[in-house]
């Protein structure tokens, strides 16, 4: 009897394994796409503290109260606790920890592919919009693959090798006025097809780019100005990507969207740099929001590299009236706030790892 009971037990904890096994060659199905559309916006250095004390200067009004989820991401680089934009924005682009000061590589210096290429990979369209040069970290993270921030011009070169249908930012030098060798990148993207503009040609409320074409707008020369000395492109060219977007392909769309700035004031300890650009940044989401709202099959989400400064806002704060105190002028570790609207938006709740936002877009997208 004990031997049958033996036997009959051996049978069934058997059965699991052999039910699991697939038919050889049988297909194996896609994952379901949740989503046609990604805006990935990013407010590079932003922690809470930085959009309490955008939403309290503005009259406690912020379109951050729009989302109906939010999370916790946990933004520590593979070489440190406190992480930096490349590393940061290479975990939202790639799915990998890696060290500071890496672009699209991974802790061996190999290059790691990034969900900009593999949206182009699957015909989807693509964009950047930026306040920062268009070789920053964040941006560059999503296109290059070098093993140090610091080389812009070897990250502009990057450029000629993606497909990326809608790009704007500063950063014009790094691709015309080259030290390295002397080539005009930006007669290059011309003869490549681009639609290619700039501030000294047309304002950025003017552009009307052409959709069948690729399209590129350079903001400034090196970096562009702040929001308080009148920079106002960041919303309208914004909205202006998305739409161009959904008209390059019928597949969907990836569109990444950075608030570069608010970690400059960071970095400054300049508690009103830090306001002005939160608000420019609030009320981009505002605007992006309106479009995924009437579009219905767009998946935005919010949320930042780090945090900078170890920004607080002191007592003697009004509505209105903010007076802020730092801890540093660097990067802190704390974890960040990650906000999302949308087809798909519930799997951005929880605390996780800022490399699950991109297994989560991933899966949004269903690649």
Not at 113 to 133: D, F, N, Q, Y
Not at 263 to 284: K, L
């Amino acid at each position: 009897m004990k031997k049958l009971l033996i036997c009959a037990l051996a049978t069934l904890l058997c059965l699991p394994v052999f039910s699991q096994k697939k038919a050889k060659g049988a297909p194996v199905s896609p994952p379901a796409r949740i989503a046609k559309n990604i805006i990935l916006l990013i407010g590079d250095g932003m922690g809470l503290t930085h959009i309490s004390a955008g939403m309290y200067f503005n009259n406690n009004q912020s379109n951050f109260e729009r989302f109906p989820v939010a999370g916790l991401q946990k933004a520590y680089s593979a070489s440190d606790l406190i992480t930096d934009s490349a590393a940061g924005a290479t975990a939202f682009a790639s799915g990998i920890k890696t060290y500071n000061g890496a672009i699209g590589v991974n802790t061996d210096s190999m290059p790691v592919k990034t969900i900009l290429e593999e949206a182009e990979e699957r015909g989807l369209a693509t964009g950047m919009v930026v306040t920062s040069t268009l070789t920053h970290a964040t941006p560059a993270s999503f296109v290059a693959h070098v093993r140090n921030r610091k080389f812009d011009e070897e990250i502009a070169t990057f450029f000629l090798k993606t497909e990326i249908d809608f790009l704007a930012g500063g950063g014009k030098k790094f691709f015309e006025q080259r030290a390295a060798d002397g080539r005009n990148l930006y007669q290059e993207l011309k003869d490549k097809g681009y639609q290619v503009s700039d501030f000294a040609q047309k304002n950025a409320s003017s552009l009307a780019p052409d959709p069948s074409k690729n399209f590129i707008y350079f903001s400034a020369d090196a970096d562009p100005a702040k929001a308080s000395e009148g920079r106002t492109y960041l919303a309208p060219l914004s909205v202006l990507a998305a739409n161009h977007l959904k008209k390059r392909s019928e597949k969907g769309f990836f569109l990444m969207i950075e608030g570069s700035q608010i970690d400059w004031g960071g970095h400054a300890n300049e508690s009103d740099y830090i306001v002005s650009e939160v608000v420019d940044f609030d009320q981009t989401i505002g605007k992006v929001l309106d479009f995924a709202a009437a579009d219905g099959e767009t998946l935005v989400i919010v949320t930042a590299d780090h945090e900078t400064g170890g920004y607080a806002i002191s007592p003697g704060s009004e509505l209105g009236k903010i007076r802020g105190a730092f801890t540093t002028t660097g990067h802190t570790a704390q974890m960040i706030p990650v906000f999302a609207f949308g087809p798909g938006a519930e799997l951005f709740a929880g605390v996780y790892e800022n490399t699950a936002i991109y297994t989560k877009m991933k899966q949004v997208l269903g690649f």
